[in-house]
């Protein structure tokens, strides 16, 4: 069953994918240490884990456009599944600092002791263990995105309203982080990271491996996309999409479908802001602003929604034109953005990846259309 | 609860619903038999939509009894559990899955279990492709069974969602203007079509168009103003002085 399942979903674009990620997550680690400094072949520290951020942010595309781009349902709060994910591994990253923070405190983190907190919250225990920070990132997430959408899914709210209240879901979470007495460091977030497993998080070795993780996950996480979107099920969520109560009178139960991916792709979300963390160095409540979720919309808009690889394509590629812009003309990089989004939404609805769809098909000798009558006007 | 209800597959009692205190029907009641085919006729805005909307749970009556197989009350339901009850419905304005493709709407359609997990591990059996081939005959769409749905003419989409609503194997079939849209011939195949599904089924087939509704040459009810008006033959409705005034006479 499962290996009909992978198999299936299994085809040549999940082939070209995961080969490619494979090969990233071997030859990028390689060029980072073999190759002395001054090589050209050389990989940088700064280079492996600015890519390394591309791979966690294509993940969370990829998360995106499985619920927006198979089912409709347009989150513009995703950013904060990333971010629960995101704190689930810095807290298992503070308790690894142990005595090696400025206050030395064997237990507390350095924010907790300059608050003058006694004891440990008891939300923070077992964080001290992979094992269990690595449940919370798919548990927090997930049960945030099951209870959320158990009820709008439910109640069968949909379209903008839905769109809304994820922004406002972020939104609030946004806030909670800001406070200091919530526990998670408050405005500064976590940061000043030591070790992760054991290594040291700055070393180039961890980073490498950091970057090779980050492919994995991301390649095995589009299989399961794949895979999820070529079943039946797949079929039933664009069903839902298209015309979600005619889905309904044929008896499907709409709101167990949308449940089911949209906990799935909150999980995936989670995920990537915990490989996201490490990479970068620091969670602070700004992952919960409402604008960065609306950005991860913006790159699936611009890779192509609903093709999977689009989202891919387009997180890496909008993520290095932000690299490339906020290091040349800052100021100007959020008109760019909202320039982009204009051009593709008006000229690009198929996103890079309809436009090459569409080249390559002009190369081709056209086929023969297939005769259609239309007597009534077609499409209504 | 009505015994009258019992042995019927179909039984609305003193029905009413009002949107916004305009009263879009009226203490309806009708009962179906099984393997009883119905025709509806009624001038435009006369509640023939909001009744099938009732039946299948997108609407909720205000009062009423709506019962199915003289004992499930389905006004508790929701669509999707009135659906697999075996209660399937052709909307007025075809509506199919434009992204997939004709062979692929039938798929969705085809009795099958509903669930999240089935579908989630779901793989065409054999036993699937015939009845998927079938009814693709049925249709007359074999020839454009990997065409996306979008691109059907409107007649075909028409065909397309009757395929569908026989890939459900409902017990009870309401279907919504089914010619609308059609060709006089498509028309004309689409009466044998659906006389053919009433020898094992149970069908209430709204309609405009009177030569169809002849074709059919079933039992027929006037509705007017979200109640029934007339019932009876065709030739004793048309006769009937209150239907010409409200409906025939304009
Ligand atoms: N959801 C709704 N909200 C408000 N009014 C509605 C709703 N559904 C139906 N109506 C009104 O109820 C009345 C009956 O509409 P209905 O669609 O059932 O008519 P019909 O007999 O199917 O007409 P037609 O022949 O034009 O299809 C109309 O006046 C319509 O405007
Ligand atoms: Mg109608």
């Known amino acids: ?380 | 609860m009505s015994e009258k209800a019992e042995g019927s597959i179909l039984y609305l009692d003193e029905v009413s619903v009002s949107f916004d205190g305009f009263r879009a029907i009226n203490k309806l009641s009708l009962v179906l038999e099984p393997g009883e085919m119905r025709a509806i006729i009624g001038p435009n805005g006369a509640g023939k939509t909001t009744m099938m909307d009732i039946i299948t749970g997108k609407t909720r009556p205000d009062s009423g009894d709506v019962l199915y197989d003289g004992k499930v009350d389905l006004t508790t339901l929701d669509e999707a559990g009135i659906a697999r009850l075996g209660i399937g419905r052709k909307f007025q304005k075809p509506t199919v899955f434009e992204s997939h493709t004709v062979e692929d709407n039938i798929e969705l359609a085809l009795k099958a279990r509903r669930g999240t997990w089935a579908t989630l591990f779901h793989r065409r059996s054999r036993s699937e492709q015939v009845r998927i081939d079938e009814l693709l005959q049925t249709i007359r769409l074999s020839d454009k069974r990997d065409l996306l749905a979008a691109k059907l003419s409107h007649g075909q989409k028409q065909w397309l969602e009757i395929g569908m609503l026989l890939a459900q194997e409902p017990r009870l079939l309401l279907v919504d203007e089914p010619a609308a849209g059609m060709t006089d011939a498509e028309t004309a195949e689409t009466a044998i079509l659906l006389k053919e599904i009433a020898k094992t089924q149970s069908v209430v087939v709204v309609e405009h168009d009177m030569t169809f509704v002849r074709d059919l040459g079933v039992k027929v009810t006037v509705l007017h103003e979200g109640s029934v008006l007339a019932e009876g033959p065709l030739d004793q409705v048309s006769a009937n002085p209150k239907v010409i005034e409200v409906y025939l006479g304009r």
């Not at chain 1, 499985?66 to 599944?81: E, P, R």
Request: hydrophobic share 55%; charged share 10%.
């Open chain 1, 1 to 380: 069953m499962l290996t009909y399942w992978l198999t299936n979903g299994f085809d040549r674009k999940a082939q070209i994918v995961t080969a490619v990620l494979v090969a990233l997550a071997i030859v990028v680690p390689l060029g980072s240490l073999l190759p002395p400094d001054d090589s050209v072949l050389h990989i940088s520290t700064y280079q492996v884990t600015l890519f390394g951020k591309y791979l966690t942010y294509a993940l969370l595309a990829l998360a995106v456009d499985l619920v927006w781009g198979y089912c409709g349902i347009l989150s513009l709060g995703h950013g904060a599944f990333f971010a629960l994910g995101g704190y689930a591994c810095g807290m298992y990253l503070m308790r690894q600092i142990g005595t090696r923070g400025v206050y030395a405190d064997p237990v507390l983190p350095d924010f907790m002791v300059f608050l003058n907190w006694k004891d440990l919250p008891w939300f923070w225990y077992g964080f001290d263990m992979a094992w269990f920070a690595f449940l919370m990132v798919i548990l927090v997430p997930g049960l945030l995105a099951f209870v959320f959408g158990w009820f709008a899914f439910r109640s069968r709210v949909t379209g903008v309203y839905l769109s809304i209240i994820t922004q406002a879901m972020t939104y609030a979470l946004l806030l909670a982080f800001f406070r200091n007495d919530m526990g998670f460091g408050g405005n500064n977030g976590l940061t000043d990271f030591k070790d992760i497993l054991g290594y040291s998080i700055q070393s180039p070795g961890t980073r490498a491996g950091l970057f090779a993780a980050s492919a994995l996950f991301l390649a095995f996480f589009f299989v399961v996309a794949s895979a999820l979107t070529r079943s039946k099920l797949g079929k039933v969520l664009v069903a839902v999409r298209d015309a979600e109560s005619r889905t309904r009178f044929i008896g499907y139960r709409v709101e167990h479908y949308k449940l089911f991916v949209w906990t799935l792709s909150a999980v995936m979300a989670g995920v990537a802001g915990a490989l996201y963390v490490p990479q970068v160095g620091i969670i602070n409540p700004s992952e919960f602003d409402p604008a960065a979720s609306i950005e991860a919309v913006i790159w699936v808009a611009v890779g192509g929604r609903g093709t999977l690889v689009g989202a891919l394509i387009g997180a890496v590629v909008v993520n290095f034109g932000k690299t490339w812009f906020t290091g040349m003309l800052p100021e100007l990089w959020l008109f760019a953005l909202g320039g982009l989004f204009v051009i593709v939404t008006l000229f690009l609805p198929t996103g890079i990846v309809g436009l090459f769809a569409r080249l390559k098909s002009l190369r081709k000798p056209p086929v023969a259309p297939v005769a259609v009558a239309n007597q009534s006007g077609g499409a209504s």
